[in-house]
């Protein structure tokens, strides 16, 4: 009679290498980058007393995330200090019904009701890189790539353009979201070192959800924090606190992650100037062949710095992962970001090469081989609407400015977002002009 192998152990990085890491005090990325180099695309280490298992494995890939989702659970956000309970933060039968009504919001006709908010908040920061532009001032790209973001976001969440002081008022959300990895485990501890940021960001969606509630729609109509307060009419689990931290989940995951692909997407330009001209070369404008180009920045852009680098699972209960034994409790870490650099997956995958994206046979076609926004059920839900943005603002862009850094940022931080570590100063030359002496 056959009899079936038991699974093994997932294998486990000699505890010397991990020895060495933290003496050499690198970042967690460089330890997962030698566990998958040693070991394979599932591979185990340990900083405490149980392992955690790595996975960077297409096929494991889809399993945890897609095809055992309820196997594979997430424990605790990393940033439920700021969004509280909202969508992404959210579990069991309250995760269901917040992702339901969200998601009608961000697919098909919930998208068009969001276009022209979209070109709207492009145009005007087309027009403030025209200025940049005619007077030769120095701006911070970053800064810019969030203004936008956070714009566009404002606009469909409100119905309203985002004004000066409000801007300001939520400059507090990126200073939070980048505090977080290094805010102490204590929770207590943890929000009282953010408390005046917290509060700040309180007071803005108080605001909002006072001014949504009396019917202040903008110059758009209203926008998506009228359909969360009227959600409130027919569950009365959406309470203002709930309504708060929707909001301030979108305005995270609506602006931060958009406006660190832009930043990103141009540093790499900086360094690939062919790119921009393939693209632009791609087809006239407002041409589908130019729009798909362009969509391949982003796309290649994404591939390189996913917008979730690293997604957090927790083993509800046994399982077997790719013929090897996960126990009931192991923390499961999925890194997209090393999966879009395997060199088994992607040709050359240090290279910024966008036509991976347009040529037919360049990439990979496992689902679990490019995943910038996740899959399964727990995908991110604002993947068209981060796509749609990013690429209406490069049609206006690029066409008509070039940034020229006066420097950039030496290496990567990898926090909720893998971000620049640092500013990326630039003024603006037109398109074709001499950049020697840089």
């Not at 096929?59 to 594979?72: C, D, I, N, S, T």
């Not at 605790?76 to 700021?82: F, I, T, V």
């Not at 409000?166 to 805010?183: C, D, Q, Y």
């Not at 499961?332 to 240090?350: A, M």
Request: hydrophobic share 40%; charged share 25%; with cysteine.
């Amino acid at each position: 009679m056959a009899t079936t192998a038991r699974p093994g152990s997932v294998p486990e990085l000699d505890p010397a290498v991990v020895k060495q890491w933290q003496a050499d005090g690198g970042e967690l990325v460089d330890l997962f980058a030698q566990a998958r180099e040693r070991l394979g695309g599932i591979a185990a280490f340990r900083l405490g007393p149980r392992p955690t298992v790595l996975v960077t494995d297409p096929q494991a890939v889809q399993h945890v995330l897609a095809r055992q989702p309820g196997r594979y659970v997430k424990r605790s956000h990393r940033a439920r200090l700021l969004i509280g309970d909202g969508v992404l933060a959210a579990t069991g039968e309250a995760w269901q019904r917040q992702r339901k009504l969200l998601q009608s919001q961000f697919t098909g006709r919930g998208m068009r009701r969001y276009e022209q908010r979209i070109g709207e908040a492009a145009r005007t920061a087309a027009a403030r890189w025209d200025t940049y532009a005619r007077t030769g001032q120095v701006f911070d790209v970053g800064d810019e790539m969030r203004r936008f973001a956070l714009d566009t976001i404002w606009r469909s969440l409100t119905g309203h353009p985002l004004e000066p002081g409000t801007e300001r008022e939520l400059g507090a959300v990126p200073a939070v979201v980048a505090a977080l990895p290094s805010l102490p485990a204590d929770g207590a501890a943890a929000e009282g070192a953010v408390a005046a940021d917290l509060a700040r960001i309180d007071a803005v969606a108080s605001r909002a959800i006072a001014a949504a509630r009396d019917g202040a729609a903008g110059p758009d109509g209203p926008g998506l924090l009228h359909v969360l307060i009227e959600a409130a009419g027919r569950h009365p689990e959406y309470t203002d606190r709930l309504i708060r931290d929707e909001l301030v989940t979108l305005l995270v995951a609506g602006h931060e992650t958009t406006a660190t692909t832009l930043t990103w997407l141009y540093l790499l330009l900086d360094r690939n100037p062919q790119a921009r001209e393939q693209a632009l070369a791609a087809g006239a404008e407002g041409s589908p062949e130019r729009r798909q180009a362009v969509q391949a920045l982003v796309h290649e852009t994404l591939r390189l710095y996913p917008s979730a680098w690293l997604l957090p699972r927790c083993a509800a209960e046994d399982d077997v992962l790719a013929g090897y034994a996960v126990e009931a409790g192991t923390d499961v870490l999925v890194c997209p970001y090393l999966t879009h650099r395997d060199p088994d997956l992607w040709e050359d995958p240090l290279r910024f090469d966008p036509e991976r994206f347009t040529t037919p046979g360049r990439r990979p076609t496992h689902p679990g081989s490019y995943l910038p926004f996740g899959i399964g059920p727990r995908a991110c839900l604002g993947l068209q609407f981060a796509l749609r943005e990013s690429t209406v603002l490069l049609e206006h862009l690029l066409p008509a400015h070039v940034p020229r850094f006066g420097s950039t940022p030496a290496k990567a931080a990898y926090g909720l977002t893998v971000r620049p570590d640092g500013p990326a100063p630039a003024t603006l030359r037109a398109p074709g002009s001499d950049v020697r002496g840089r």
